[in-house]
C-alpha cells in the first residue's frame, strides 16, 4: 500500500482562505442537501493536562476521496498546545491516499473558512468594526475568514483574559496579511467595550461561562460563536439567542447537542432546535440569509466533518509532487 504524506509547509501552500471559503461553502450545502454522510463526533478529554480531542469524519457525495480528521487542544499547559493530523481516503475503494501531518492547520483554516462562509451570506454589507473576543490562533484565521468576504472594516477590538495574550494578538494582527491596510487593532478591557457598537462579533474562547450579554450587542449585528463544541463549552448568554431575529447553525443536530443552541435550548430560551436555520441551508438557497441592515443573528459553528474533507480534497486537488511517498 502506498500513500502520501504532507507536512504542514505543504499544506499551507495548498490552502489560501478565499478558496477554502468557496469550497466549505458547498459543503454546508451538500450537507444540508442531503449528498454528504456526516458521522457523531468523538470526544475525548484528558484532564490532567486539559486536554480536549476530537474525532471528525465525513464524505461528500461524487467526491473522490473521504477524510478522518483527529484533532488536539491541551489548554492546562503553558503555552496552550494545539495539534492534529488528517486521514484521506479513496472513495472508491477506502485506500488510504494521503496522511496530512498539518499540526492542526487544517482545522484552523477551515474553521475560519467557516466564519466566513457565515459572514459572507449573514454580515452587514457595511461591516467598519469587529469585536474579537479569543486571543488563540482561532482569532487570527477567523479574521481572516472575514477578511475574505467583507475587507472594509478599519477597526478591531481584542479581548482575552490576559491581557498580555491580547496585546500579543493584536500585534500580529497589525503585520498579517490579507487584513484591510490601515485597519486599526486594539486591545479592549473588557468584553463589553470590545461588543459595544461592532457589526460583527466573533467569539472564538475555550469558555465554561457566557462571556457576551445580549444588551451589549448592537441592533443589525452578527454574532459568531466558534468555541462552544463540546457539552460544557458556552461563550453567549442564552439571551443573545432569545433576542435574535435569526439563528443559525452548521448542524441543527449537533448544535442541540453541543453548541451555544444546546444552552439556549436547555434553559428554554429558545424552543425548539428547528428554530434555527442551517447554514448549509442558506448557501442552497433554500432559506434566506440575511434579509435586512435591522436583522440581530447569532451564527453558531460547532464544527462538521464535511469541512474537514472539503479542505482535504483541496489541498490534495493543489499539492501536486508534494510531500513523500510511503510504501507500507
Known sequence: MGFRI?????????????????????????????AAELPGVIHLDVPESGGEIHVKAGHLHGAPRYAVKVASGFYGVEPPAVDGLVLVFDARDGALTALLADRGLL?????????????????????????LIGTGAQARYQLDGLAAVRSGFSLVRVWGRNPERAARCAEDLRARPGLPPGCRFEVAPSVREAVEGAEVVVTCTASREPLVRAEWVRPGALVTAVGADAPDKRELEVDVLARADLIVVDSRDQCARLGELHHALEAGAVATAAQAVELGEICAGRHPGRTSAEQTIVCDLTGVGVQDVAAANLVLERAGEAGREVEV
Open 6 to 34: 504532507l507536512g504542514r509547509e505543504e499544506v499551507a501552500r495548498a490552502l489560501d482562505m478565499p478558496s477554502c471559503v468557496d469550497a466549505v461553502e458547498r459543503a454546508f450545502a451538500a450537507y444540508s442537501s442531503g
Open 107 to 131: 482545522t484552523d483554516v477551515r474553521t475560519g473558512a467557516a466564519g466566513g462562509v457565515a459572514a459572507r451570506h449573514l454580515a452587514p454589507e457595511r461591516v467598519e468594526t469587529v469585536a
